[in-house]
């Protein structure tokens, strides 16, 4: 138990350097952009994104933390993240490489909106085409199985 106590410590530093990152760009959007940039849909995209994610971000921190103290919480954390049933549904699902790929896309295309438009609509609608391809997959085998 100590080495998944670990791996969520790991989580919550990682989800907390995200929430930096996401604040660290809505704060440039809010204040740096110029206003011609401000009234694009790219830079409302941008601020919509960064505002939202860090929400559910911090309530999983939260509750990753409040595992992390609690052994009991912690041991119904592992059992639900552990549950064969839906490991083989996730694995069939391309969970959690779609999801990541997905995030890194998104990223990638608010970065890569500041020098062109194009290539964020690009990898924006990849990234919500591989969510939502993933998601069909998903319901279907939990259907199925």
Avoid at 36 to 52: E, H, P, R, Y
Avoid at 76 to 105: C, F, T, W
Wanted: hydrophobic content about 55%; charged content about 15%; proline content about 1%.
């Amino acid at each position: 138990m100590e080495a998944y106590k670990k791996q969520i410590t790991l989580r919550i530093a990682l989800f907390s350097l995200i929430v930096a990152l996401l604040v660290g760009i809505l704060l440039y959007n809010v204040f740096l952009a110029s206003a011609a940039w401000k009234d694009t849909l790219v830079s409302s995209f941008q601020c919509g994104f960064s505002s939202a994610a860090p929400i559910g971000l911090v309530f999983l921190i939260a509750k990753y933390s409040k595992a992390v103290n609690d052994e009991e919480k912690l041991r119904l954390l592992y059992n639900q993240e552990h549950d064969e049933r839906m490991n083989a549904i996730r694995s069939k699902a391309g969970v959690p490489m779609v999801i990541v790929l997905s995030l890194l896309l998104v990223f990638a295309g608010m970065i890569a909106a500041y020098f062109n438009e194009t290539i964020f609509y690009t990898l924006e609608l990849a990234a919500l085409g591989q969510l939502l391809i993933s998601a069909v997959v998903k319901f279907y085998y939990k259907a199925k199985m």
